[in-house]
């Protein structure tokens, strides 16, 4: 990849891009390098012209349709990308390497989960440490770890984490536990997870040695040794699972709910009309499943990753019938508004018109 020219001319426009728009707006940050990490970062502090690379771990599954094991294989993988390059060209899968895979239900055992990882952070290392020459540009090379992305459990299991998070402090970035998840921000905090902290943990874990969880910390990171690596630093948050598993989730079942109690729609008409729509030909591969009336009463809220997305924006094409005369209703009352004002104009109870208006409008949009 660094051997096209262009990709270099990107990547260097750019960093100064970011340097310069930084330089302007302090108190923002373009990337990782105006981070307080990246201040801390031991690459970075004597390389601050480094590239910035990150990785990615995602789980596939593989189907074998012959032989003894017709069932679907699940792969780990793990895929590195420069953090550099502009937006616009880094999200195409050219700019998206694959640097390891492996079968996952062999990662569960410990001495291969070292021996795999182990590889991978020896090449990464070498990386960082020596960086590359490039001898068609005869240019110089340096790079520099950020971050590893990937889902809540992913990113748990690779911190060392518990990947349970129905119990225990199930957070990896604070030490809020499951109880106390309810509880509004505006009435408690939650000390954050730092490093010095964390390595005391983490080495009360390796003593014991009986696959206890403390403050859930289960074990060592497999990535501990890699460079500019650290389990409270290093694994960001993942708001994609969280707005489509969750607030998708839970904005739907709220809105439902209230068409339900408002009258405009029974629980049956809502599963009725969500059996009837039609999905668009680049809808139909996500498909959600039904949202039924059991499911409705109990608050509970079906599907996963982009079928939530997908379900989230049905409710305004679903309810368009309903919601189309609404809206017409309310623009007639608030043109009829103006008109008796102007009636009232000069009237000395214009006091009293005003009230009724309001008590009006109010109740027709109470109806809906």
């Given at each position: 990849m660094l051997n096209k020219p262009d990709v270099l001319t990107m990547l260097i426009k750019n960093?100064?891009?970011?340097?310069?728009?930084?330089?302007?707006?302090?108190?923002?940050?373009?990337?990782?390098?105006?981070?307080?990490?990246?201040?801390?970062?031991?690459?970075?502090?004597?390389?601050?012209?480094?590239?910035?690379?990150?990785?990615?771990?995602?789980?596939?599954?593989?189907?074998?349709?012959?032989?003894?094991?017709?069932?679907?294989?699940k792969i780990t993988?793990?895929?590195?990308?420069?953090?550099?390059?502009?937006?616009?060209?880094?999200?195409?899968?050219?700019?998206?390497?694959?640097?390891?895979?492996?079968?996952?239900?062999?990662?569960?055992?410990?001495?291969?989960?070292?021996?795999?990882?182990?590889?991978?952070?020896?090449?990464?290392?070498?990386?960082?440490?020596?960086?590359?020459?490039?001898?068609?540009?005869?240019?110089?090379?340096?790079?520099?770890?950020t971050i590893l992305a990937g889902d809540h459990l992913a990113s748990n299991d690779i911190g060392g984490f518990q990947k349970i998070f129905s119990t225990g402090e199930f957070c990896r970035h604070c030490h809020i536990n499951y109880d106390q998840k309810l509880i509004p921000l505006n009435q408690i905090s939650h000390p954050r997870r730092i490093t010095d902290q964390h390595n005391y943990i983490v080495q009360k874990v390796i003593d014991l040695d009986n696959n206890a969880v403390l403050q859930g910390v289960a074990d060592r990171s497999p990535l501990a040794n890699l460079i500019g690596f650290h389990a409270v630093r290093s694994l960001p948050n993942d708001p994609m699972h969280d707005f489509h598993e969750g607030v998708c989730?839970?904005?739907?079942?709220?809105?439902?709910?209230e068409a339900s109690a408002k009258r405009l729609l029974t629980?049956?008409?809502?599963?009725?009309?969500l059996i009837?729509?039609?999905?668009?030909?680049?809808?139909?591969?996500?498909?959600?499943?039904?949202?039924?009336?059991?499911?409705?009463?109990?608050?509970?809220?079906?599907?996963?990753?982009?079928?939530?997305?997908?379900?989230?924006?049905?409710?305004?094409?679903?309810?368009?019938?309903?919601?189309?005369p609404m809206k017409e209703r309310v623009h007639f009352l608030a043109e009829h508004r103006d008109l008796f004002h102007g009636a009232f104009r000069n009237n000395s109870d214009q006091g009293i018109s005003e009230k009724y208006i309001n008590h009006l409008q109010d109740n027709n949009l109470n109806n809906y």
């Open positions: 960093i100064n891009g970011n340097v310069n728009r930084n330089a302007i707006h302090t108190d923002l940050m373009f990337n990782y390098r105006h981070a307080l990490d990246a201040k801390q970062h031991q690459v970075l502090k004597n390389k601050p012209n480094a590239l910035l690379f990150q990785l990615y771990i995602d789980d596939i599954g593989l189907t074998n349709p012959i032989g003894p094991k017709k069932d679907t294989q993988m793990i895929y590195f990308q420069l953090e550099d390059l502009p937006d616009t060209v880094r999200s195409m899968l050219n700019s998206i390497e694959l640097i390891a895979m492996c079968h996952s239900s062999y990662l569960c055992n410990k001495s291969n989960r070292k021996k795999f990882f182990d590889a991978i952070i020896e090449y990464l290392n070498a990386l960082q440490s020596t960086g590359i020459f490039i001898p068609t540009l005869r240019y110089h090379l340096n790079f520099t770890f989730g839970q904005l739907l079942m709220a809105i439902l709910k629980y049956g008409e809502i599963e009725s009309r009837s729509f039609e999905y668009g030909m680049n809808d139909k591969s996500n498909k959600p499943p039904i949202l039924r009336k059991k499911h409705l009463n109990k608050g509970k809220f079906v599907g996963e990753d982009i079928d939530g997305e997908t379900l989230f924006y049905l409710p305004q094409y679903m309810m368009y019938d309903i919601i189309k």
